[in-house]
């Protein structure tokens, strides 16, 4: 297969690359804006989960890059990833990950002791291509993005989130609805209709009466009150709207390259991997095939693990 072929087989990649996203996902938040227009008029805004940085992109684009260079130091965006990223102008860079309470107070720090108007999220495990696994992944993700907006996203504010529709999903809907006035559904076209992969616009954030906001380790599964539940009890279903974005431009569809075609790079590479860290990891490992068991170093797979 040469270069082009993923050009002609997915119209995103190409126009992400030919607009200089730094990845086809842009799309997905540019689509959601302009469906429900989240993104005017404000001035703080946290990227959870944010390498290689197209969404920060879209942010900075919306909120910093509109404004006179003499008015562009009333908007902070902050960008939280475990992995680190290129920089952006007008993108402040955390490294951190998104489920620890010191995260929550280094976002607020950076406000001045504000809290961010909208928390997006794009948060996704590396695909194991286990159906099951990786959406259960994928939904931890979507509740530590939730859990960590109760601390940090100011009363009436909107969360957007990438979601996996399957198992739990209802489940994941009835937390957004105790946290937020108004939920949806978004399926972008820039996201493929074979693909579970969905999008939670949660709007007018408000924290329930007698919440109490606790540490975010493993502590709060037993307190399912102060905390948002992960408990497997079954949730009253919620019935959540949806709504598809119509475009003229179908992800899985194969466009014609046309003559004044010509080829671009990828715009930034991803400047580290979560599969790099593994890769050392595993190659510290001494895994030994005997027949079908494989033994290995428990010692270090505990620390791994840990
Ligand atoms: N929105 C990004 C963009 O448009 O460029 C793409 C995000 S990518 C699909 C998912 C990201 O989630 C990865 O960069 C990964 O490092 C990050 N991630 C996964 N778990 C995380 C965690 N616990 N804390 C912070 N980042 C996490």
């Not at 944010?50 to 919306?62: D, E, F, I, T």
């Not at 709207?241 to 930034?268: H, I, M, N």
Request: negative net charge.
């Amino acid at each position: 297969m040469g270069r082009t072929s993923k050009d002609k087989r997915d119209i995103f990649y190409r126009l992400a690359k030919e607009q200089g996203w730094r990845a086809r996902s842009a799309f997905k938040l540019l689509q959601a804006e302009e469906t429900f227009h989240f993104l005017g008029g404000l001035t703080r805004a946290v990227d959870l989960c944010a390498a290689p940085g197209s969404w920060s992109q879209v942010l900075a684009k919306h909120m910093y890059e509109p404004l006179p260079p003499e008015e562009r130091d009333k908007v902070k965006i902050i960008a939280v990833d475990l992995q680190g990223m290129a920089p952006i102008e007008g993108v402040t860079q955390l490294r951190a990950d998104i489920s620890k309470e010191s995260t929550a107070e280094a976002i607020i720090e950076f406000f001045g002791g504000e809290k961010a108007q909208i928390v997006v999220s794009d948060g996704a495990p590396d695909s194991t291509g286990m159906h099951d696994f990786d959406a259960y992944v994928q939904g931890e993700l979507l509740l530590s993005a939730l859990s960590i907006s109760t601390f940090i996203l100011e009363t009436g504010g909107t969360f957007v989130s990438k979601i996996y529709r399957a198992d739990r999903t209802s489940r994941l809907y009835t937390q957004l609805k105790r946290f937020f006035k108004d939920v949806c559904v978004f399926k972008p076209s820039a996201s493929r209709n074979s693909s579970i992969e969905a999008f939670v616009v949660a709007r007018q954030f408000f924290l329930p009466e007698g919440h109490k906001l606790c540490n975010l380790t493993n502590e709060w599964h037993d307190h399912p009150e102060t905390w948002v539940c992960r408990k497997k009890e079954n949730p009253p279903v919620v019935h959540v709207p949806f709504v598809a974005y119509k475009g003229d431009l179908d992800s899985d569809r194969t466009y014609d390259l046309g003559e004044d075609y010509v080829y671009k790079d990828p715009v930034q590479q991803p400047l580290t991997a979560a599969y790099q860290d593994i890769l050392k990891k595993t190659s510290q490992i001494n895994i030994k095939y005997e027949g079908i068991r494989v033994v290995h170093d428990e010692e270090l797979l505990k620390e791994w693990y840990a």
